[in-house]
């Protein structure tokens, strides 16, 4: 229980730290872009919120969002809280609490990635839209690479097994903004199978942003699980299984895929990692209401808040697969524990 109170406490800190140091370098960055948030509005979108673009009325929006101030003082005013106009005190995104959207009409950047419009469940909204694409794409790695992988390693040598590494090597070749074209190509344009702009609610048109999502990661996943199962097929211990007559199903579900969990563990960390951050191409590409696209609107708007909330978000999601991934290696795997113990590398 102290090993993994130690763990976990030693991972938090370590966590929290990155996440300060990656706030402040994304936000050095946006603040060093030219240009105000205020004249990215289209005309449209100034006249919706009433904003005209005279010096008195840019002061005063400047001065409401804290855009007024010095930099470093934007800064701590963000991360940390600060006094309101009511002098209230206030505490910021290290309570939770990511700001006002500029974009959004002053909501709050929690409330447009986590809220679903009005009589609608989480899961309609953009963070839910995100996180059902990502699961459905990891059925997708999981199905399909796994049953891939072991397959291709127990026929080394056959021509299926060589046309699937074939396919896969050139599945890890093509990024996934050029498979998502292909796909627009392909199934909008030519057999009209896809939609220019599709019902998000209809589950058949998830199949193909999700297919691009995977396919990468999925080719990747299925290489890890041939390599490492073609390295333990070699292993004394399995020759010696199956000298004493056991049979290969058996030798598989004991032997075989045990002593393979904690690289495939580690991969399906880094390809769960790989598909959040797949999010803001595919989710752009296919027009997905995600926290991907999202994140490309707040960009061309110069949505300060939202920016800085969604990179948080990120960093946090990508942090959080990497403990968890950590810490299943070292409950599957107690040599990894050991040679920690050890002071190995």
């Known amino acids: 229980m102290k090993t993994i109170f130690r763990f976990l406490l030693t991972k938090i800190l370590r966590a929290v730290a990155i996440l300060v140091g990656?706030?402040?370098?994304?936000?050095?960055?946006?603040?060093?872009?030219?240009?105000?948030?205020?004249?990215?509005?289209?005309?449209?979108?100034?006249?919706?919120?009433?904003?005209?673009?005279?010096?008195?009325?840019?002061?005063?929006?400047?001065?409401?969002?804290?855009?007024?101030?010095?930099?470093?003082?934007?800064?701590?005013?963000?991360?940390i809280g600060d006094f309101n106009e009511d002098g209230n005190l206030f505490c910021g995104a290290i309570c939770g609490n990511l700001g006002p959207s500029i974009s959004q009409h002053g909501r709050s950047v929690q409330d447009v990635i986590f809220r679903a419009p009005s009589g609608l469940t989480f899961w309609e909204s953009r963070f839910g839209y995100s996180i059902r694409l990502v699961l459905f794409s990891s059925l997708i790695v999981i199905g399909v690479g796994l049953p891939l992988g072991i397959w291709s390693a127990t026929k080394p040598g056959s021509v299926?097994?060589?046309?699937?590494?074939?396919?896969?090597?050139?599945?890890?070749?093509?990024?996934?903004?050029?498979?998502?074209?292909?796909?627009?190509i392909v199934f909008a344009s030519w057999l009209k199978i896809l939609k220019v702009i599709p019902d998000w609610n209809d589950p058949i048109n998830w199949i193909i942003p999700?297919?691009?999502?995977?396919?990468?990661?999925?080719?990747?996943?299925?290489?890890?699980?041939?390599?490492?199962?073609?390295?333990?097929?070699?292993?004394?211990?399995?020759?010696?299984?199956?000298?004493?007559?056991?049979?290969?199903?058996?030798?598989?579900?004991?032997?075989?895929?045990?002593?393979?969990?904690?690289?495939?563990?580690?991969?399906?960390?880094?390809?769960?990692?790989?598909?959040?951050?797949?999010?803001?191409?595919?989710e752009n590409l296919y027009a997905f209401p995600g926290f991907g696209r999202g994140f490309w609107e707040a960009v061309l708007k110069l949505d300060y808040p939202m920016i800085m909330g969604l990179t948080l978000i990120y960093a946090s999601g990508i942090l959080l697969i990497n403990i968890l991934t950590e810490f299943l290696c070292e409950l599957v795997d107690p040599r990894i524990r050991l040679s920690k113990q050890q002071g190995a590398p």
């Open 22 to 79: 990656v706030t402040l370098i994304v936000f050095l960055l946006i603040h060093a872009i030219d240009g105000n948030p205020w004249e990215n509005f289209s005309s449209e979108q100034r006249l919706m919120m009433g904003i005209v673009t005279n010096t008195s009325v840019i002061d005063m929006l400047n001065h409401h969002f804290g855009l007024d101030l010095p930099l470093w003082r934007q800064f701590t005013r963000y991360f």
């Open 160 to 184: 299926l097994s060589r046309t699937i590494s074939i396919g896969l090597t050139a599945l890890t070749s093509i990024p996934n903004f050029v498979l998502g074209l292909l796909a627009i």
């Open 210 to 282: 999700a297919i691009v999502l995977a396919a990468m990661p999925m080719a990747n996943f299925a290489r890890v699980t041939r390599a490492s199962l073609i390295n333990i097929l070699n292993e004394d211990y399995i020759r010696t299984a199956r000298g004493k007559g056991l049979a290969e199903t058996r030798i598989m579900l004991i032997h075989q895929i045990p002593n393979m969990l904690a690289p495939i563990i580690t991969f399906l960390g880094q390809t769960f990692m790989e598909m959040f951050t797949g999010l803001l191409i595919v």
